[in-house]
Structure formats: C-alpha cells, structure tokens
C-alpha cells in the first residue's frame, strides 16, 4: 500500500510501546480520535495480542509480519477507512458484529432503536414475542433485540443478499439461529404473517443531502443503506403503508429517523390511520427514534 506523508512506519524491532505512542501519535494529529482507543484496537489486530497483553507485554519486539500489518492499517486508518471497516467487525449493544462493505457499519445512535424497542416490549408484557426487522443489513439490530430477549424469535428482512447471508452469519455467531429467521426481499413484499415488534433503520438521507456527508460515510457506506430518496422519507412510506397487515394488535413499531424527521415520520403514519407516536432521543438529545402503536 502507498504511504502518504503522514503515515508512520514501524519496524520489527520496536517495542510494542513504542509503536502504540507512534499510531496514537499519528492517528490524533490526523483529528481521528479517540486515537489511544483506536491504536490499541489497531494493534490487537496487528499483534494478534490482548489488550492485557500489549499492556504486561509492553517491551515486547513488535516482529516483521506485525510491524507490515500495522504500516497498513495506519495507512487506511488515515486514509479515511473507518475501524470498524479495517477489523472486520463492530462492536453493537455489547455484541462482536461482522461487518462488511456491502452493509452499513451499525453505529452507537441506533442503539437507542434497541433501548427503545426493549423498553416497549417491557412496558406492553408481550411474552415470547415475535420481531422483524426490516431493512436488517448486518443484523446487529436483531441480534441486539434476540440477544436481550431469550424468548423472541426475530426475523430479519432485506432486498440485499450480501446483507442477508451477512445477517445470517452474526445470528450464528451471537449463537441466535435457533430463533430467527432470514428473508430476501423488497421491505414488506415477501412477508406474511404478524409480528408483536417491528423495528427498521431504513435509509433516511435525501438525495440533495448525500454528497455533504462525511467522507468516511459516503465513501464506505453502500449508497443503497444512505440513500432515502427525494425527500429521504420513501422507505418510510414503503413500510408504513403495510403496517396495519404485519402488526398484531397491541404490536409496536420502532423507526431509526434522521434527527430533523420526526414530525414528517410521524404524519406518514398519522396518513395510515396511527396515532399517538412517541419520540425517543438519542445521547445527544436529538431525535432519533419515532414509535407507535397497533390498537
């Protein structure tokens, strides 16, 4: 790989410390914080060590076939190449998520869609509940709710097939295929039956907003996670206009919204004859989740 300027090199003979100071070193003066986090993430990787270990182990040799992995990370890491896309996977609502280019990377703002959707099921004392998540991507939404939840049994729906052998993959690895299942499909279009819980976190970005994204999401997001059409609210739509058909009474539905979409999320449902939704926010205080109820 072609090093910029900015690129440490490392070499086999420095120490473990000595080539954690000098990612974190680089990596903050390239304002890709938190830079101690992200290093030392970074040398797991490379080293194969614990973080245990880089610590006990700190005067370590780094080796030849480390110091070339961690020349290489770095210099994705400040090209712009997120971790998450550097290691492989994720880590969602305490879970290990693998992640690949063809899925958006979950972020921390879609862990209030599970705190919300949890929340919900608690407060309606809906036992063994059936879940679907629509749009499900890499599955960490699902997995999330499955994992909290050892008596659902989840559901997870997507037009992509990298996304739904993805989503497969982690409910094996979060040991959750006995409880779930995946279907290939245009949102609603290949589902039948109802379910007590349906949460998405459907493309929401306008298709004027997409350009001014960060570059770190345009370039390794797909377009089809991002891209919410027009006005970012066709997914919406799409899904709201079968509701009443998926959800039992006494269901809810819980929707990632972009932080200015709350009052047009919550007309598109108003338009198919649901009322009284409730806004949840996120650790920022923005609004983040829309959710209703099937009466």
């Known amino acids: 790989m072609k090093l910029n300027a900015n690129s440490p090199t490392f070499a086999a003979t420095e120490t473990l410390a000595q080539a954690r100071t000098k990612l974190a070193a680089a990596l903050a003066a390239a304002s890709k914080e938190p830079a101690a986090l992200e290093s030392r993430h970074l040398m797991q990787e490379a080293t194969g060590l614990t973080p ?19 020349q290489q990370f770095a210099a994705r890491r400040l090209a712009g190449e997120p971790v998450s ?42 036992d063994g509940p059936r879940i679907l998540d629509l749009g499900t991507g890499s ?39 006995n409880r779930s299942g995946v279907i290939c499909g245009d949102w609603t279009e290949a589902l039948q039956g ?61 929707f990632e919204i972009g932080w200015r979409q709350a009052a047009d999320v919550n007309h598109i449902l108003e338009a198919e004859g649901f009322s009284g939704a409730k806004t949840f926010t996120d650790g920022g205080q923005r609004d983040r989740v829309v959710a209703i109820e099937a009466l």
């Open 139 to 177: 599955g960490a939404i699902l997995c999330a709710l499955l994992h909290c939840r050892d008596d659902a049994f989840g559901v997870g729906a997507d037009i992509s097939p990298f996304a739904c052998a993805l989503t497969r993959h982690n409910l094996a690895l979060c040991g959750l295929s």
């Open 194 to 254: 109802q379910f007590d819980l349906i949460v998405s976190n459907p493309p929401y970005i306008a298709h004027c907003e997409i350009a001014a994204l960060e570059p770190e999401v345009v370039t390794f997001d797909p377009m089809l996670a991002l891209d919410g059409g027009e006005d970012g609210l066709v997914p919406y739509r799409r899904i709201a206009s079968n509701l009443k058909r998926l959800l039992r009474r006494g269901g809810a539905a819980c």
């Open 85 to 126: 896309r550097i290691l492989g996977r994720s880590s969602f609502y305490g879970l290990d998520i693998c992640v690949k280019p063809e899925v958006l990377d979950p972020r921390n703002d879609t862990e209030t869609l599970v705190d919300a959707a949890l929340a919900i099921l608690e407060a309606k004392s809906i």
């Open 52 to 70: 245990l270990l880089l610590l006990t182990d700190a005067e370590r040799h780094l080796g030849h076939g480390a110091a070339i992995l961690l």
